[in-house]
């Protein structure tokens, strides 16, 4: 079964951190890109950051220099270290699996996190 699990969300203040956690299940992870992305309420989902096979790593503008992605293949993980979280963090937050192979995509259920006072 094809599966991606987030955890690690939760309730944070302004300027604290987080570390998301996504594990695979089904997939060849070694052979898939990964990827966060979040949707704030009303707004769209959107790219956060990325990681390739070579562990090349993307981000947004609005999260360079606070968040960094990582990838442990032997463990079929990627995370997400998020530091100086502003509210504007605030979102659910979507791991995603993209094959390089196939380019099928696997989505994860997602995993809010909250940044407030």
């Known amino acids: 079964q094809v599966q991606l699990v987030e955890s690690g969300g939760g309730l944070v203040q302004p300027g604290g951190s987080l570390k998301l956690s996504c594990a695979a299940s089904g997939i060849i992870f070694s052979l898939n890109a990964m990827a966060w992305y979040r949707q704030a309420p009303g707004k769209e989902r959107e790219l956060v950051a990325g990681i390739g096979r070579g562990e090349t790593a993307v981000y947004a503008d609005s999260v360079k220099g606070r968040f960094t992605i990582s990838r442990d293949d032997a463990k079929r993980t990627v995370y997400l270290q998020m530091n100086s979280l502003k509210s504007e963090d605030t979102a659910v937050y979507y791991c995603?699996?993209?094959?390089?192979?196939?380019?099928?995509?696997?989505w994860g259920q997602g995993t809010l996190v909250t940044v407030s006072s």
């Open positions: 995603n699996a993209r094959s390089v192979v196939s380019s099928t995509e696997v």
